[in-house]
């Protein structure tokens, strides 16, 4: 695994001090907002270990993968309107651009493949 892969391969946690610099980081970011009670968010942290690593490999390091804790930043959650759990949101650069809602693994991929169009990382 190269330099590139270990960066985008790892689901990083970020906080309101962090998540500024992280986000502009990139060409594109997928942020996920969650809490450890959340059982939803369980699962969808479970699709994303799976497919993170092969959606990384094909955008070769221009998708950031993040994820922010609501109990520990409630601030960052209220800046981006998280009403529900889990929410993510993708942004494009530094602005937020969509949002996915779906449960499945395909639906998140599809929706990640999406957001590299918005941000004119893929065709």
């Not at 594109?28 to 968010?41: D, I, Q, R, T």
């Not at 990384?56 to 960052?76: C, H, M, P, R, W």
Request: a positive charge.
């Amino acid at each position: 695994m190269n330099r590139i892969e270990e960066k985008i391969v790892r689901i990083r946690d970020v906080t309101g001090k962090t998540f500024d610099r992280e986000i502009s980081g990139s060409r594109a970011s997928v942020v996920e907002f969650w809490a450890p009670w959340c059982m939803p968010c369980k699962r969808l942290s479970e699709i994303m270990n799976r497919v993170v690593p092969g959606i990384a490999g094909t955008y070769q390091g221009q998708i950031g993968f993040l994820k922010v804790n609501v109990d520990e930043e409630s601030a960052l959650a209220q800046k981006f309107g998280v009403l529900t759990l889990p929410t993510v949101i993708g942004f494009s650069g530094t602005n937020p651009v969509e949002r996915f809602t779906g449960r499945t693994k395909d639906e998140f991929v599809k929706w990640v493949h999406r957001l590299a169009q918005r941000a004119g990382i893929a065709d």
